[in-house]
C-alpha cells in the first residue's frame, strides 16, 4: 500500500501543477497553489509521517508554490524559485536538500529549454517541475523511514 501511496505523490504534483497551469475551472492557479499542498499533506499522513512533519511541508508548499517564475521575473528568481520548490522536503527530513538540487535541474532546467525551442511546452515545464517536486517529498519520506 504505501509504495503506490510513495509513487502517488510524484504523480498527483504533476497533474495538479498542470490543472494550475492550464487554468481549469473552478480553482484555475489555485489547483497547484492550495489545493495541492492539502492533497500532500493527505498522502504524507497516509504514509504515517507525524502529523507536525506533514503540516510543515504542507505550508511549506503553500509557500513556495505561489512565487513568481512568469515571463517578467528575472532569471535569477526564477532559478532560485526553482530550487526553493524542493525546499518542502527538508521539513520531512533535513538530509533531503538534494530536493532542492532536483528542482533546480528538472524545473529550472525546463524554463530554459522553453524558453530556446518552442517546441518544449510550458506544460513540459509544469508537469517537470511538479514532478521533480512530489519525487523530493517521496525521497524525504523514504529518509525518514531510514
Known amino acids: 500500500m504505501t509504495e503506490?501511496?510513495?509513487v502517488s505523490l510524484?504523480?498527483?504534483?504533476?497533474l495538479f501543477w498542470r490543472?494550475?497551469?492550464?487554468?481549469?475551472?473552478?480553482?484555475?492557479?489555485?489547483?497547484?497553489?492550495?489545493?495541492?499542498?492539502?492533497?500532500?499533506?493527505t498522502l504524507l499522513l497516509l504514509l504515517r509521517v507525524p502529523?507536525?512533519?506533514a503540516l510543515g511541508a504542507m505550508?511549506?508548499?503553500?509557500?513556495?508554490?505561489v512565487l513568481p517564475y512568469g515571463d517578467r521575473t528575472p532569471w535569477p528568481m526564477k532559478l532560485a524559485v526553482a530550487a526553493l520548490l524542493g525546499a518542502p522536503a527538508m521539513v520531512i527530513h533535513f538530509s533531503a536538500w538534494f530536493g532542492c538540487v532536483l528542482?533546480?535541474?528538472c524545473f529550472g532546467?525546463?524554463?530554459a529549454l522553453s524558453k530556446r525551442f518552442n517546441?518544449?511546452?510550458h506544460a513540459l515545464v509544469e508537469i517537470s517541475g511538479g514532478f521533480a517536486q512530489g519525487l523530493s517529498l517521496a525521497l524525504a519520506v523514504l529518509l525518514l523511514r531510514g
Open 109 to 111: 532546467g525546463s524554463l
Open 4 to 6: 503506490w501511496l510513495l
Open 59 to 65: 505550508l511549506g508548499l503553500v509557500a513556495v508554490n
Open 51 to 53: 502529523i507536525l512533519l
Open 103 to 105: 528542482t533546480l535541474f
Open 19 to 41: 490543472l494550475g497551469g492550464a487554468g481549469v475551472p473552478p480553482l484555475r492557479k489555485a489547483w497547484r497553489r492550495y489545493a495541492l499542498p492539502f492533497v500532500v499533506l
Open 10 to 14: 510524484p504523480l498527483t504534483c504533476a
Open 119 to 121: 517546441w518544449w511546452s
